[in-house]
T-cell receptor, first 112, second 113 residues
Framework: DVKVTQSSRYLVKRTGEKVFLECVQD?????MFWYRQDPGLGLRLIYF???????EKGDIPEGYSVSREKKERFSLILESASTNQTSMYLC???????????FGNGTRLTVT | DQQVKQNSPSLSVQEGRISILNCDYT??????FLWYKKYPAEGPTFLIS?????DKNEDGRFTVFLNKSAKHLSLHIVPSQPGDSAVYFC????????????FGTGTRLQVFP
């Protein structure tokens, strides 16, 4: 069974801090994704990666960057956290394409 | 611009009855549709999907219907069970961008005894 692990369930950071969200998958999947979930807005794609060192912008990449140095690991970076980045962040992976996605349990980030 | 819309933020259904969750889309290029289910404090899990070449797909208690002319899909759960209480997201992708799923805003289903 595919396992997508997000390193933190809850994070509280201050405005201006640099924040790293880590995600690891154990099924040798090619594609990895970062989404954020907000009430009334559903899941919105921030960035995705289809190969090591490759990345593509999603719908809301502003204020974020990503890193994929190894196939199993995909990191989301908030260079300078802001309060409007308070959200639930969900990492996902897929073998090919976007379907079906296997999600981690999410990281709830609060920026104060 | 919300390309995938779930206009009902919540739905309450009695156990044993049918639950119908609706989803509308605007992009006629979408050709693959999925439903995900999400419990609190967990990530979404894949439930059922349908390709645009079909108008119905069934898996146990779950059936998805696709009406391409109306750009509408629905998820039927029958009979509904308390364990079905969750948030349901529909999602869509196009053949020109298979790496990218567009999600709806979600519908919270509550099944009461």
């Amino acid at each position: 069974d595919v396992k997508v692990t997000q390193s933190s369930r809850y994070l509280v950071k201050r405005t201006g801090e640099k924040v790293f969200l880590e995600c690891v998958q154990d099924m040798d999947h090619e594609n990895m994704f970062w989404y954020r979930q907000d009430p009334g807005l559903g899941l919105r794609l921030i960035y995705f990666s289809y190969d090591v060192k490759m990345k593509e912008k999603g719908d809301i990449p502003e204020g974020y960057s990503v890193s994929r140095e190894k196939k199993e690991r995909f990191s989301l970076i908030l260079e300078s956290a802001s309060t409007n980045q308070t959200s639930m962040y969900l990492c996902a992976s897929s073998l090919t394409g976007a379907t079906p996605l296997h999600f981690g349990n999410g990281t709830r980030l609060t920026v104060t | 611009d919300q390309q995938v819309k779930q206009n009902s933020p919540s739905l309450s259904v009695q156990e044993g009855r049918i639950s119908i969750l609706n989803c509308d889309y605007t992009n006629s290029m979408f050709d693959y549709f999925l439903w995900y289910k999400k419990y609190p404090a967990e990530g979404p899990t894949f439930l059922i999907s349908i390709s645009s070449i079909k108008d119905k797909n069934e898996d146990g208690r779950f059936t998805v219907f696709l009406n391409k002319s109306a750009k509408h899909l629905s998820l039927h759960i029958v009979p509904s069970q308390p364990g079905d209480s969750a948030v349901y997201f529909c999602a869509a992708s196009s053949p020109y961008n298979t790496d990218k799923l567009i999600f709806g805003t979600g519908t919270r289903l509550q099944v009461f005894p």
